[in-house]
């Protein structure tokens, strides 16, 4: 772990995470991790393409968007959405080997 003082502060006063909790370090922790909720079989209800985002109505119905109709759409949904799972974060993450 690296650790990150001020000019003059002594070592070992606060850890850097204590300091910058939203700070990170080394190596992601793979153990917390979760499994996408979307998968390549989830479609956009508007086009058909690859679903990223699912929204909850308050109603109980759900919508499923590609990242062009999510962007048209969010502003009007996002106040009546329960939940909103965005994984648009996937788009540009590199591809994992099998």
Known sequence: ???IFAHGEPEGSLRALDRF????????????????????ADRCDRCG?????LVELNGGSTLQF??????????ALSP??????????RLSEPAQQV
């Open 21 to 40: 909790p939203w700070l990170t370090i080394g190596m992601a922790d793979t153990s917390t991790l979760t499994p996408p909720a979307l998968s390549a």
């Open 1 to 3: 772990m690296v650790a």
């Open 66 to 75: 590609c990242g062009h109709h999510w962007s048209t759409h969010e502003s």
């Open 49 to 53: 393409a690859q679903a990223y985002v």
């Open 80 to 89: 009546q959405a329960t939940r909103i799972i965005n994984e648009l974060h």
